[in-house]
């Protein structure tokens, strides 16, 4: 079966951390690839995984890089940066170089843009808008920061809208500081006002506040630029164009989980499209019914393979005979070339299709 009838020319690859997504992504990149579309496949994971599977080098981190691979389309991969991607957003959007360099050059900025809570997640859905309209690729395959049930990478453009409309921007946006670094609510009160400003910089520092303060100051004319970047962005991830491909670790204390991201996936409007649960036991048979011995190797891997085999019986009577399911076996070692990695993604396209 083509990847045409299961994918779209957007994929993004999300689940929880440790379930196999990147080794997932770096298949379905290579498979496309066979079937001779130009395929990028890129990831946020801060574990870079990405660049073992395939096979590039560090300069992969600051461009595309062409994967050596016998494949009739184009396979590259990107090892994206959230910082690089940030400061992208802030050249496009600065009115002139001198606003530019005065949010580069701020401390708090490269606080922000380093690693602030949501930061990384948003940068990686900019990063996909950036490559989907530059339209260089047939399909676009995005691995997704290792999240709890992929939430934060899913409502990151909601979160930057939100905070660009809020009014703690707005706030933020008035000029609190004199031009002596004074603040200036402050300085209105003498002695008692320069007291305040002592027991200020003792609970959070007053360099800390004039850095953010000068930041936001420096923001104010690319707001814009950014809620309108925000807004194309969630609109592409509720596009035709794209499709969630929802990864999850085997038993049946997995599917509520499963069950609870697929349905905000399709409530908020985002296409659900195959869910594969990776790293299934083998079901073979117990030698006794009792207890299982953890020192006993064969009787733990017995129960862990009908424990396995359950959660997917339970799956599939919860979900509709549309809903494309794939049930990927544990394997004795992860893919750690193309070889293992057209395997791996013959193995998947297989079990779709059945």
Request: net charge negative; hydrophobic share 45%; glycine share 10%.
């Amino acid at each position: 079966m083509s990847l045409d009838r299961l994918l779209a020319p957007l994929v993004v690859v999300v689940g929880g951390g440790g379930v196999g997504k990147t080794t997932l992504a770096a298949a379905l990149g290579l498979r496309s690839a066979e079937e001779g579309a130009d395929t990028l496949v890129m990831t946020f994971d801060p574990s870079l995984r990405l660049k073992d599977t395939l096979g590039v080098g560090e300069e992969a981190r600051d461009h595309e890089v062409t994967v050596a691979s016998d494949t009739p389309g184009r396979l590259e991969a990107s090892l994206l940066d959230a910082g690089a991607t940030f400061n992208r957003l802030i050249e496009r959007y600065s009115p002139d170089q001198q606003a530019k360099e005065r949010i580069l050059s701020n401390r708090y900025y490269h606080h922000l843009s380093g690693g602030l809570s949501g930061i990384l997640e948003y940068m990686a859905v900019e990063r996909l808008f950036e490559v989907s309209i530059a339209g260089d690729y047939g399909r676009v395959i995005l691995d997704t920061p290792p999240t709890r049930e992929a939430l934060d990478f899913l409502e990151a453009p909601d979160r930057v809208i939100d905070f660009l409309d809020s009014g703690v921007l707005k706030v933020a946006l008035k000029d609190w500081f004199t031009a002596e670094g004074r603040l200036k609510p402050a300085a209105r009160f003498g002695a008692l006002g320069r007291r305040f400003e002592r027991l200020l910089d003792d609970l959070v520092g007053l360099e800390l506040l004039r850095d953010m303060a000068e930041f936001f100051q420096a923001f104010g004319p690319l707001y814009a630029g950014f809620k309108d970047r925000a807004d194309r962005v969630r609109s592409l991830l509720q596009s035709d164009e794209t499709l969630f491909v929802l990864v999850a670790g085997p038993g049946e204390e997995e599917v509520p989980d499963l069950l609870f991201f697929a349905r905000r996936l399709a409530e908020s409007g985002h296409r659900v499209g195959p869910i594969v649960v990776n790293r299934v036991h083998p079901r073979f048979e117990r030698r006794s019914g009792g207890e299982v011995d953890a020192a006993d190797g064969v009787e733990l891997l017995a129960w862990l393979g009908e424990r396995d085999h359950a959660g997917l019986a339970a799956l599939r009577e919860l979900l509709s005979a549309e809903q494309p399911l794939a049930a990927l076996p544990l394997m004795s070692e992860a893919p750690t070339d193309l070889g293992g990695l057209s395997e791996l993604a013959e193995e998947l396209v297989g079990r779709l299709r059945s």
